[in-house]
């Protein structure tokens, strides 16, 4: 079920779709900005936090990523 959110970064409202499912056994996030096209997360334990598994995703601003990493970590990942 996708999870809705907002995020404010530098005065910039976004609005993020996160959407958990399961690919090979691994928890992996959908995740849409402002009705953007789809990108494919994976969470890295080791760093705690996402890490994109396709190219596109590099347009994310870093700040936009942590933020949506910091919220997860909190609402989705562990729960």
């Known amino acids: ?3 809705s959110f907002n995020v404010n970064i530098d005065n910039i409202g976004y609005d993020v779709q996160v959407t958990p ?3 090979n056994e691994e928890k992996r996030f959908i995740i849409k900005i402002n009705n953007t096209p ?3 997360y994976v969470w890295d334990e080791q ?3 996402l ?3 396709d190219e596109e995703a590099s347009v994310i601003p ?3 990523e942590k933020a949506i990493s ?3 970590l909190r609402t989705i990942v562990f729960h």
């Open 1 to 3: 079920m996708p999870k």
């Open 47 to 49: 760093i705690q936090s």
């Open 21 to 23: 499912v399961i690919a």
């Open 62 to 64: 870093a700040a936009l």
């Open 38 to 40: 789809e990108h494919v």
């Open 51 to 53: 890490r994109a598994l």
């Open 70 to 72: 910091d919220k997860l």
